[in-house]
């Protein structure tokens, strides 16, 4: 679907000149804190707006930070709700307010029978596993199996010469590696520090840095933190891990790929 309107063909020329960028939406793990927002990542490139998962608040962000009519396709990673549960009142809001038919959504099989959507919903499911790969626009998606409960896709996002992995959630059984080498950007769940490592299936800064180090990633940007975890101790340690500087992600923060 092609972005409409004034305001998205001047932002897409913009965004041809400045070359791709990940918008951070929401990036708080298993549950929102106080005004945060549950996973939420828009890949903005020349020929498309891919949201990367989206969890509770990020329909809201979408519409505060960027322009919404611009939403080319939505990868949900899994079927926990930290990760699609605004995807009906998203689904509602394109049927209602952008007047739109028809919303691509590109998910695990089980995604589809877990989120509750009206007979008049615009989502157009497409149904994706391990090793597939889908082409939106200019971006060109691959996704990966990670070491998380359920089917939990990794995506792997190639566009415009620049390559970015996205780890969805993981626990230390999977690798950027499996998305394949030459990644620029990888945005990596580090759910804790390392003090909760084996607690449950997610990654600590420490177990994120190593990841990324071992890919070789050109930039660590950390996420899904729990908010009652504390955001400087989570960055610090995957920065000792990874051996070089990383981010911490922001809502509102936007990502140069
Ligand atoms: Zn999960």
């Given at each position: 679907m092609e972005p409409s309107g004034d305001r998205a063909a001047e932002r897409l020329v913009d965004q041809a000149r400045s070359g791709p960028t990940v918008l951070v939406l929401g990036c708080d793990g298993s549950w929102p804190g106080p005004g945060g927002a549950g996973s939420g990542y828009l890949v903005r490139s020349a020929r498309a707006a891919v949201l990367l998962d989206v969890g509770p608040g990020v329909l809201a962000n979408l519409e505060r930070l960027a322009?919404?009519?611009?939403?080319t396709a939505v990868v949900v990673?899994?079927?926990?709700?930290?990760?699609?549960?605004?995807l009906p009142v998203l689904a509602t809001f394109v049927r209602l307010a952008l007047g739109r038919r028809r919303l691509p959504v590109l998910a695990p099989p089980e995604v589809a029978a877990r989120v509750p959507l009206g007979s008049s919903s615009p989502v157009a499911w497409d149904a994706v596993g391990d090793g597939d790969r889908r082409v939106v626009g200019d971006q060109v998606l691959t996704f990966s199996a990670t070491?998380?409960?359920?089917?939990t896709l990794a995506v792997r996002v190639d566009v415009a010469g620049r390559a970015m992995g996205y780890s969805a959630d993981s626990g230390p059984g999977w690798d950027f590696g499996r998305l394949g080498p030459g990644l620029d950007l990888a945005l990596c769940?580090?759910?804790?520090?390392?003090?909760?490592?084996?607690?449950?299936g997610h990654l600590s800064g420490r177990q994120a840095g190593e990841l990324a180090r071992r890919a070789g990633v050109g930039a660590l940007v950390v996420t899904h933190r729990w908010p009652t975890c504390d955001a400087a101790a989570v960055r610090d340690e995957a920065a000792v891990a990874f051996g070089g500087p990383v981010g911490q992600a922001v809502i509102g923060e936007e990502l140069v790929l």
């Open positions: 322009d919404p009519d611009e939403l990673s899994h079927g926990h709700p930290d990760h699609w549960s605004d070491d998380h409960p359920g089917t769940e580090a759910t804790f520090t390392a003090a909760h490592e084996g607690t449950a």
